[in-house]
C-alpha cells in the first residue's frame, strides 16, 4: 500500500516562500506522476500543478504558473512544490497525489490520482 506524507507547510507573509514535500513509501514513485492540490477555506479541492514519472513534463494551473515549481526525486521517492511570492489566496491545504499507471503522465484529473497523502496547511498572511 502506497503512503504519502507531506510537510513544509506553516505560516509565511505575502511574497514569502515555502517548500512543500512529499515522502512516498514505496519505489512506485519512481515509475508514476504525482500531482499536487488544494483546498481553500470553504471551496472545492483544485488541481495546482502535476510531473510526470520522469519529471520531464510539468503543468501548472494559471495562478501559480511562474511562481510555483514542481519537482521529484526518484532516487529519493520524495516529490516537491516550491512555492515563491506567496499570496494570501494560495492559502489552504496542500495535498500530494500519485498515479497507480506505470510511465505516466502530467494530468488535472483528481480520478486518475489513487493515492493522497493527509495534507499540509499553507497560511499566507497579508
Known amino acids: 500500500q502506497v503512503q504519502l506524507a507531506e510537510s513544509g507547510g506553516g505560516l509565511v507573509q505575502a511574497g514569502g516562500s515555502l517548500r512543500l514535500s512529499c515522502g512516498a513509501s514505496?519505489?512506485?514513485?519512481?515509475?508514476?506522476?504525482m500531482g499536487w492540490f488544494r483546498r481553500a477555506p470553504g471551496k472545492e479541492r483544485e488541481f495546482v500543478s502535476s510531473?510526470?514519472?520522469?519529471?520531464?513534463?510539468?503543468w501548472y494551473i494559471y495562478s501559480v504558473k511562474g511562481r510555483f515549481t514542481v519537482s521529484k526525486d526518484n532516487v529519493k521517492n520524495m516529490g516537491y512544490l516550491q512555492m515563491d511570492s506567496l499570496k494570501p489566496e494560495d492559502t489552504a491545504v496542500y495535498y500530494c497525489?500519485?498515479?497507480?499507471?506505470?510511465?505516466?503522465?502530467?494530468?488535472?484529473?483528481?480520478?486518475?490520482?489513487?493515492?493522497w497523502g493527509q495534507g499540509t496547511k499553507v497560511t499566507v498572511s497579508s
Open positions: 497525489a500519485q498515479r497507480d499507471d506505470y510511465l505516466s503522465g502530467i494530468t488535472d484529473r483528481e480520478d486518475l490520482y489513487r493515492y
Open positions: 514505496t519505489r512506485t514513485f519512481s515509475t508514476n506522476a
Open positions: 510531473i510526470s514519472w520522469s519529471g520531464e513534463a510539468t
